[in-house]
């Protein structure tokens, strides 16, 4: 596949990002060692991960998706073929990722702490691309980008933005990163990071990793202008929607094995007239001959703001419908159609 550009960075990244944060929960070490050879061979560079996988997150299994990537690197010999990225967590009231039991911060000696685990478990000496998996402040929504503002009253122990962009300097310096990127990032969030940035006290985020998909476009209200003036890539997550952009939900099927079948986790996406979008771009897809999954992957694919699509699949035939999103000629008629659509439903899983 052809490489983009990742922000002003020096990384080279494919269309398509192999995600991993079933691996150790619904999949296995060997299927997940399966999915990434098949990934690798399809020609996709970057795989991302995160301290807080598996999900869903739980003492039993928190680390184990980096030790699959890990193994897998270790078993493929393949590091310098591929980029890593991960992840450290934001503000959270879990107390098992740090040695000390306190409650997840973006502070300076936990964001040190969470990058030295992560090395050691994924058996690398440095990762590619380092997220702030999610942010310190209090914020209105998971997300950052909601539909509509809920006011909120900021934390009063929330770490400067100054104290973590200093300590992710500081980490390119020691040569641990190259890079580091935002997720689950407002525009508010990338322009602080950017300000500060540019007074010298860190290099400046490359990649912010939100959500991105048919039915939500939020993105592109006030990020996507930020991103293409200030070099800021879209690493764009859930371009399925959790899988409810296969159709394989509709009509309150409940398919046995599926993540919501298993974990009941996807109320961003059941929100009011949610089911009408999810829906209208399942029978657009099928009215252009093409299955649901590879029509919504060729969407985020097509759209000029995302710099690399995450794909997240649970087997090898559902890796497969994502990978041929990459190849679907994306026609003027299917982007004039999602737009119509869009105009209709709006962002209703934002």
């Known amino acids: ?52 996988y598996a999900i869903p997150p739980r003492p039993e299994t928190q680390g184990r998706t980096e030790e699959i990537v890990g193994s897998w690197l270790k078993a493929s010999g393949k590091r310098q073929q591929v980029l890593i990225a991960s992840k450290v967590c934001g503000r959270a009231a879990s107390t098992w990722f740090r040695d000390d039991g306190s409650p997840t911060r973006l502070t300076r ?8 685990k992560s090395l050691r478990r994924l058996g690398t000496d440095y990762l590619d691309l380092y997220q702030l998996h999610w942010p310190d402040r209090t914020v209105s929504a998971w997300g950052t980008v909601p539909s509509r503002f809920r006011p909120f009253e900021p934390a009063a122990d929330e770490t400067p933005i100054e104290e973590i962009a ?11 990163i190259r890079h580091f990127g935002l997720s689950n990032e407002s525009p508010y969030g990338l322009m602080r990071f950017l300000a500060v940035a540019d007074k010298g006290v860190s290099p400046r985020p490359v990649s912010v990793q939100n959500a991105y998909s048919l039915v939500n476009r939020t993105w592109e209200g006030g990020l996507a202008e930020i991103g293409l003036r200030e070099s800021v890539g879209l690493l764009a997550y859930s371009p399925l929607a959790q899988g409810y952009l296969t159709g394989k939900y509709r009509d309150g099927a ?62 090898l035939d559902q890796l497969e419908s994502c990978l041929a999103g990459a190849t679907l000629t994306w026609t003027e008629a299917m982007q004039t159609a999602v737009d119509d659509l869009h105009q209709r439903f709006g962002n209703p899983c934002p």
């Open 1 to 52: 596949m052809q490489t983009r550009r990742l922000g002003n960075s020096d990384l080279w990244i494919t269309p398509l990002t192999i995600g991993t944060m079933t691996f150790g929960e619904q999949n296995s070490e060997a299927e997940g060692h399966a999915q990434l050879d098949r990934a690798v061979d399809f020609g996709i560079n970057l795989i991302d991960t995160a301290e807080l």
């Open 109 to 116: 000696g936990q964001i040190r702490e969470a990058v030295e």
């Open 166 to 176: 200093a300590v992710c300097g500081e980490l390119i310096a020691a040569g641990k």
């Open 254 to 315: 409940l398919p046995p094995g599926s993540r919501k079948q298993l974990f009941n986790r996807l109320q961003r996406y059941e929100h009011p007239y949610a089911d009408r979008a999810i829906a209208g771009y399942v029978d657009l897809a099928h009215a252009f001959g093409v299955e649901p999954a590879t029509f919504a992957i060729a969407f985020c694919v097509n759209q000029p703001v995302v710099a690399s699509t995450i794909l997240g699949a649970t087997r």
